[in-house]
């Protein structure tokens, strides 16, 4: 179980890299619009990663836990 949560962190690590790197390499004609650039790359996957932890670990204990009731009542 927890080989998919470092297996997907080191996939969000490589896709900023990926994106660091693609946007250095692309991009490189003013430093400060790369750095922006940059920025707002990882930014974004940062956040991805948090909504992706944030609905992996709310599957472990959820906050609203369904109320069997027995059909016999």
Request: aromatic share 18%; net charge positive.
């Amino acid at each position: 179980m927890a080989s998919g949560f470092f297996l997907t962190t080191l996939y969000f690590i490589f896709a900023s890299l990926v994106g660091t790197f693609g946007i250095k390499w692309l991009y490189d004609k003013a430093p400060s619009f790369t750095k922006l650039l940059i920025l707002l790359v990882n930014t974004a996957i940062i956040c991805c990663y948090l909504i992706w932890v944030i609905v992996w670990m709310a599957q472990w204990n959820p906050l609203v836990v369904p109320i069997l009731k027995n059909p016999n009542e």
